[in-house]
């Protein structure tokens, strides 16, 4: 898969779980915004997986959903797995 498919593979990866983990917890767009000092635009953004996060925003909105950035990182990659992406640890 070439570098920029997979960039955005990633990225909606992220954003699916991301969402995914916010209706769980019955928690709308604006509240994930006011937790994280985000703009509700930009998490919208991010759940289409049009958006590409810092380090720091992933932070407050994996915090805004009540786990650390490790767990999101582990969710993120275990739904690639399940959509047969590659990832980070195939060399690509």
Not at 19 to 45: P, V
Not at 62 to 87: I, K, M, Y
Request: net charge positive; charged share 30%.
């Amino acid at each position: 898969m070439p570098r920029d498919a997979d960039q955005g593979a990633a990225l909606q990866a992220l954003g699916r779980v991301i969402r995914e983990l916010r209706d769980a917890k019955g928690k709308t767009q604006a509240a994930i915004a006011e937790a994280t000092g985000l703009t509700e635009q930009y998490i919208r953004k991010i759940e289409r997986g049009k958006g590409n996060p810092s380090y720091l925003a992933l932070q407050r909105i994996a915090a805004a959903l009540g786990l650390d950035l490790q767990r999101l990182a582990v969710l993120v990659r275990a739904d690639r797995d399940a959509e047969g992406g590659p990832g980070p640890r195939d060399g690509k």
